[in-house]
């Protein structure tokens, strides 16, 4: 009797155990580093976009029920490491970030990846894939062809203009003037005179506006990789009174729309930027509980926005 008794209790034993098991092998599948918190790391939130990414972000992680700490690594690769190696000592659960350039980047979500927690990479893309569990970006390529479409009828199909490049290290910088050009160059009448890198920044675009004016003075037009620089363009044409001058942007912010609005601008491609970081934010949430995204690159579909159509935007968010 005795013997049975100690049987039936091992045999009990091992089946609990047998229960544990899978549940502890599923617990240690579990992605994240165990905390509650998520890091949005973006560039600097001067810029209104990237602004938007942290307020939107940090919004709906919030209602998901995250801790979140937002940071800025203002395109400093460095920095953005310091900042990766802060979410993996507090355990993060993910992290969300708008890189600091293609290559640069690899190495912090190579670590992130390392220790266990996702990245989810948000409108800028790296040269590397299967670290990130997500890459979630705008469809630069096509809205940068559909925003020249614009330009270029707004041009009548022919004159000389300057493109204003944004940091030349950045994939998305490359994307959008390649592929303005992929519309622009179908044009023998078009000439391009003169082509400056102004770093996505207002204040640089000002500047080089200012001297490409003094330098070609016979320009109609003006391309501009992001809003930013388009805004400084458009300021600084208009301090010139060079009223003439037709300018575009990419990004679609309330700033670009509102000299769209006044006509002083042709126009800009929104980047649908909030429903990317709310993309991002939702599926790191289903990761984190067990889902992950079909596919680590997807992109997103730009609006082109124009005079006709500007009404319909507001705060990086399009409603038909």
């Known amino acids: 009797m ?55 972000g940090e919004a709906k992680a919030v209602e998901l029920g995250y801790e979140v700490k937002c940071f ?24 969300i970030c708008d890189n600091a350039g293609a290559d640069a980047s690899v190495e912090a979500v190579q670590k992130a990846y390392d220790a266990g927690i996702p990245t989810f990479l948000i409108d800028r893309e790296i040269n590397e894939s299967g670290i990130a569990v997500a890459q979630i970006v705008a469809d630069n390529a ?30 998305n910088c490359q994307v959008r003037s390649e592929n303005y050009h992929s519309v622009i160059d ?11 890198s102004a770093n996505w920044d207002q204040t640089l675009a000002y ?4 001297a490409i004016l003094q330098s070609n003075p016979e320009i109609t037009g003006i391309i501009c990789g992001n809003d930013t620089m388009a805004c400084g363009a458009v300021q600084a044409c208009l301090d010139a009174e060079r009223t003439d001058i037709k300018v575009i942007g990419l990004d679609g912010s309330d ?19 909030a429903r990317i970081t709310e993309m991002a934010i939702e599926q790191a949430d289903a990761y984190l509980k067990g889902t992950a995204p ?17 009404d319909k935007l507001s705060a990086f968010v399009y409603t038909e």
């Open 207 to 210: 500047e080089k506006t200012e």
């Open 142 to 171: 096509q809205g940068a062809a559909a925003i020249a479409e614009k330009w270029v009828e707004a041009m009548d199909y022919e004159g000389k203009y300057a493109e204003l490049l944004g940091l030349e290290s950045d994939t």
């Open 72 to 95: 800025s690594h203002d395109d400093d690769a460095a920095k953005q490491l310091e900042y990766f190696e802060a979410a993996i000592n507090d355990k993060a659960a993910a992290i």
């Open 294 to 310: 079909e596919t680590e690159k997807q992109l997103v579909e730009c609006v082109a926005i124009t005079a006709e159509n500007v």
């Open 255 to 273: 700033e670009a729309a509102a000299y769209i609005k006044s006509g002083e601008m042709v126009g800009t491609a929104l980047q649908q930027i």
């Open 2 to 56: 005795k013997a049975r008794k100690i049987a039936a209790i091992a045999m009990t034993a091992a089946m609990v155990a047998g229960m544990a098991a899978p549940a502890m092998a599923e617990a240690e599948l579990l992605p994240g580093g165990g905390s509650n918190i998520i890091y949005i790391i973006t560039p600097s939130t001067s810029n209104p976009f990237f602004n938007t990414e942290q307020v939107v």
């Open 186 to 196: 179908e044009y023998d009448t078009m000439e391009m005179v003169a082509q400056q």
